[in-house]
């Protein structure tokens, strides 16, 4: 089968209203409302590496869509379309039905609409999703707006991932197969977050990087964090382990004045938020169990370990 009979069989579908032209051509056509700005992501997801080798096709094609949503998220856009780039070892019919599937379930989902990209032959499964959103001009919501005095808040529940990960009997492992981009609580978060990021590599990891692109630091209370009741029944080093450097939660954590968060809680939010810290002068990220500091280093995950 070739490459275009691929696309055609599986990829292709009619464009919607907001897109001037779709697969099928060079390249794709869209036209920018006006008064917005284009915020575009990409991610890489390997086989073996980003997801067991056992995973069903339908979650990798879901998968593939949510954690680029989740960038988009990130940032207080709203999603628009996607670009796949697709490496396959061969041409497994029933493999690609039940990844195409997957993918146009989260893109319908959100609202996504798949206009172009590519596929190839390659010896490692390899699937590339580049995403691409729109947010009035000015309103994106970057890492570096943290401010002393800030609440530091998570969504939903964060380690469920990185627990299924390593119990793949566990239903927690339905969040490392299938995690839901925040987009509708990410948009709320416009002219309210001072800072946000999506949680991938692990809540600490994470938070640091608002924290150094902030220039501040943080305190955080182990009580606070919102872990699953499964969470609770195995040792707090562990525990704090999966919460804290476990990743795939792609959960988002935000920084936000308390006037802004008691804002944000009379909105309607599709997800509870968890306030688990807050934001301090000093340039150090600070956990505090029983009134007691700790200054652990939780590594989160490493692309290139």
Same mark, same amino acid.
């Given at each position: 089968?070739?490459?275009?009979?691929?696309?055609?069989?599986?990829?292709?579908?009619?464009?919607?209203?907001?897109?001037?032209?779709?697969?099928?051509?060079?390249?794709?056509?869209?036209?920018?409302?006006?008064?917005?700005?284009?915020?575009?992501?990409?991610?890489?997801?390997?086989?073996?590496?980003?997801?067991? &080798?056992?995973? +069903?096709?339908? $979650?990798? =094609? /879901?998968?593939?869509?949510?954690?680029?949503?989740?960038?988009?998220? #990130?940032?207080?856009?709203?999603?628009?379309?996607?670009?796949?780039?697709?490496?396959?070892?061969?041409?497994?019919?029933?493999?690609?039905?039940?990844?195409?599937?997957?993918?146009?379930?989260?893109?319908?989902?959100?609202?996504?609409?798949?206009?172009?990209?590519?596929?190839?032959?390659?010896?490692? &499964?390899?699937? +590339?999703?580049? $995403?691409? =959103? /729109?947010?009035?001009?000015?309103?994106?919501?970057?890492?570096?707006? #943290?401010?002393?005095?800030?609440?530091?808040?998570?969504?939903?529940?964060?380690?469920?991932?990185?627990?299924?990960?390593?119990?793949?009997?566990?239903?927690?492992?339905?969040?490392?197969?299938?995690?839901?981009?925040?987009?509708?609580?990410?948009?709320?978060?416009?002219?309210?977050?001072?800072?946000?990021?999506?949680? +991938?590599?692990?809540?600490?990891?994470?938070?640091?990087?608002?924290?150094?692109?902030?220039?501040?630091? #943080?305190?955080?209370?182990?009580?606070?964090?919102?872990?699953?009741?499964?969470?609770?029944?195995?040792?707090?080093?562990?525990?704090?382990?999966?919460?804290?450097?476990?990743?795939?939660?792609?959960?988002?954590?935000?920084?936000?004045?308390?006037?802004?968060?008691?804002?944000?809680?009379?909105?309607?939010?599709?997800?509870?938020?968890?306030?688990?810290?807050?934001?301090?002068?000093?340039?150090?990220?600070?956990?505090?169990?029983?009134?007691?500091?700790?200054?652990?280093?939780?590594?989160?995950?490493?692309?290139?370990?």
């Amino acid at each position: 089968m070739a490459e275009f009979s691929i696309i055609e069989r599986y990829f292709n579908r009619p464009p919607s209203a907001s897109v001037d032209l779709a697969v099928g051509d060079d390249s794709a056509l869209l036209s920018p409302p006006a008064g917005q700005q284009l915020v575009i992501c990409t991610d890489t997801l390997v086989a073996g590496r980003h997801f067991p &080798l056992d995973t +069903s096709a339908h $979650a990798i =094609g /879901w998968k593939s869509v949510a954690v680029n949503l989740s960038d988009i998220a #990130a940032m207080g856009a709203k999603p628009h379309s996607i670009l796949l780039a697709l490496s396959l070892p061969s041409i497994d019919h029933d493999w690609l039905s039940g990844f195409s599937q997957g993918l146009f379930d989260c893109c319908d989902q959100f609202g996504v609409s798949l206009i172009g990209g590519d596929t190839t032959q390659s010896p490692h &499964l390899t699937i +590339s999703v580049t $995403a691409l =959103g /729109w947010i009035e001009h000015g309103q994106a919501i970057l890492r570096s707006g #943290a401010q002393v005095g800030d609440y530091v808040v998570v969504s939903g529940q964060i380690g469920d991932a990185a627990y299924g990960l390593q119990h793949l009997e566990h239903p927690l492992k339905q969040r490392l197969d299938y995690p839901t981009p925040r987009c509708q609580l990410g948009q709320q978060l416009k002219s309210l977050a001072s800072s946000m990021i999506d949680i +991938s590599d692990g809540l600490a990891q994470d938070l640091g990087h608002i924290l150094k692109a902030s220039g501040v630091g #943080a305190r955080l209370e182990l009580s606070q964090l919102p872990i699953d009741q499964t969470l609770h029944k195995i040792s707090p080093e562990q525990r704090y382990q999966y919460a804290l450097a476990g990743g795939d939660d792609y959960e988002l954590c935000f920084t936000i004045s308390p006037q802004n968060y008691q804002k944000l809680l009379l909105q309607q939010c599709d997800v509870k938020t968890t306030i688990i810290g807050s934001i301090t002068a000093q340039s150090s990220l600070i956990f505090t169990q029983d009134g007691v500091d700790h200054h652990w280093n939780y590594q989160g995950y490493q692309h290139f370990a």
